[in-house]
């Protein structure tokens, strides 16, 4: 009997907090960091037996050289990967941790989001309804130019709502430079800047934003801040649009419509964990089991009521839902009509308003204890989560133990070769060379960190070049259990004729569970004399 009152008492002290203009700040704040730790936790229990992932590797190559472009990509996950890793060591839990920080960054953003939209209440409630969502915590364990857009696509949208309301000049300085910042991290985000453009040019106030200075110093202030860029752009002969088109452009209609089809059943799969953990939340009550035999619809009926609701800002909400309905449909209509491959990783970015959209429909009545049971069920699953992410781990690898792209143990190679290259030339290891799945790792794992060259790719990151390796020397490597063994076979011969030839077998142990064993055929080209 007493729980009951105690319960009571935390979700009316929640509910204060999560509505006092001063405190909810801070306990939104606060809420993002231990989301941000405790995953970060978890995720180091999960990967324990894991190398980095391959992405995570490439922005910390490209960190350690800051251009105005890397090949494949914009600087700027390259950029806030180099500087992070200037003040972290560079160790695999530092990577989660990135992550972590990155995606408690844009927990803050989207809480800012919703407080133009929502009252403080609501917006406390879509955060806790995004860190439940899978890409905010499981999902979001490789940092990546997809995962950082989770920070620099809610500035924008933030940046729009902003202006879209003040319609003042700075409010477009503010706008233009988020833009650019957002496509200074991957050319993906047109998708949402041409979401914000169609919604503007729907709302019903689209004369009064499109006759204030907002919209045009936006549109000068992104293409002034993009000319660096654009610059690099020209002088690299536009690579990047180059790999997009090389490696995305799909021949088959029937394969289009597959890969389509698998992005859109993934991207709902994730949604559909929030969705539902919040209705739970929403139609919880005491003995709910007495009411739903009584009346089966009571629990998920009495969170709608018809009339006006000063909790919404109806102008907002309907940016809100322009932009989320656009980016749900556009980029699959885009895949079908011109046939791109469709990742299942580029929804990362597009659903951080889903929550929101929801919370924002006036009908809904948002409830103190509702806020208190949708925090319990994150408390819950996150804790339960850690207790039982070293086991998880263990399974993993015991289920799939040939899994070389996780458990192949790249990283003993890295200090290896590390210490060969060193036991011959009493010099700093300076270039790798081979694929960016191999020679990206080995750039993280190396204490010499060696810069990445790929051969063969038109679009290699630019961080060193074929004459700067002949030059300096490198290490070669081919992965024996690769399909592309005989190209880079073919390549080593060519360029790597005087090389000292090795074959070096690695093999990781997790729990006394072997891992698989990887063949590297390995060419240690000596510096130029």
């Known amino acids: 009997m007493r729980r009951r009152p105690t319960i009571r008492r935390l979700a009316a002290w929640l509910a204060a907090q999560a509505s006092d203009p001063t405190a909810s700040l801070w306990l939104v704040i606060g809420f993002a960091a231990a989301h941000a730790v405790l995953w970060t936790l978890i995720l180091i229990n999960l990967k324990a037996a894991q190398d980095v992932h391959m992405d995570v590797a490439e922005a910390f190559a490209w960190g350690q050289k800051f251009q105005f472009g890397y090949g494949k990509h914009p600087p700027l996950a390259g950029w806030v990967a180099g500087v992070w890793f200037m003040i972290f060591p560079v160790a695999n839990w530092a990577t989660y941790a990135l992550a972590m920080a990155t995606l408690g960054c844009g927990l803050v953003i989207c809480w800012l989001i919703s407080l133009r939209v929502v009252d403080r209440r609501r917006a406390f409630f879509v955060v806790v309804m995004l860190a439940l969502y899978p890409i905010f915590n499981f999902k979001g364990f490789k940092y990546n130019p997809d995962l950082l857009q989770l920070v620099t696509l809610p500035l924008v949208v933030l940046a729009y709502l902003h202006a879209f309301e003040k319609r003042s000049l700075r409010s477009g300085l503010w706008l233009g430079l988020a833009g650019a910042l957002a496509l200074m991290t991957k050319y993906w985000v047109l998708t949402m800047i041409g979401a914000i453009g169609i ?78 953990l919040a209705a739970l939340a929403l139609a919880w009550t005491p003995r709910w089991w ?73 009908s809904l009545r948002l409830q103190k204890m509702a806020l208190f049971y949708i925090a319990a069920i994150w408390l819950v699953i996150t804790l339960a989560v850690l207790a039982a992410s070293p086991t998880i781990a263990a399974r993993e690898m015991a289920a799939n133990p040939n899994g070389a792209s996780g458990y192949s143990a790249r990283s ?118």
């Open 412 to 529: 003993e190679l890295a200090r290896e070769l590390t210490q060969a290259w060193r036991t011959r030339f009493h010099s700093r290891w300076a270039v790798v060379a081979g694929t960016t799945e191999i020679g990206e790792p080995m750039t993280f794992y190396s204490p010499d960190h060696p810069a990445p060259f790929t051969p063969g790719e038109i679009w290699s990151s630019g961080l060193t070049s074929l004459e700067e390796a002949k030059r300096l020397g490198f290490i070669g490597i081919c992965d024996s259990s690769d399909s592309r063994l005989p190209v880079c076979d073919a390549w080593m011969a060519a360029n790597a004729d005087n090389a000292e030839r090795l074959a070096i077998t690695t093999q990781r142990f997790f729990h006394g569970q072997p891992g698989p064993a990887i063949g590297w055929k390995v060419y240690i080209v000596p510096p130029a004399k």
């Open 199 to 276: 919604a503007a040019l729907l709302h019903p106030d689209r004369l009064k934003f499109l006759r204030s200075p907002a919209p045009w110093v936006a549109m000068v202030t992104l293409v002034v801040a993009m000319i660096p860029h654009l610059v690099w752009l020209k002088e690299v002969d536009f690579v990047p649009l180059t790999y997009a088109g090389d490696v995305y452009g799909l021949s088959s209609r029937a394969q289009s419509v597959q890969l389509v089809l698998g992005y859109v059943g993934h991207n709902l799969a994730l949604l559909a964990v929030p969705v539902a």
């Open 290 to 362: 007495t009411t739903l035999a009584r009346q089966p619809l009571a629990p998920f009926t009495r969170a709608w009521s018809r009339g006006a609701n000063a909790s919404v800002n109806v102008s907002q909400a309907l940016n809100v839902w322009v932009i989320q309905i656009v980016v749900a449909v556009g980029p699959p209509l885009g895949g079908l009509i011109f046939m791109v491959y469709m990742k299942t990783d580029w929804g990362i970015s597009l659903f951080f308003l889903t929550p929101l959209a929801l919370v924002a429909i006036p």
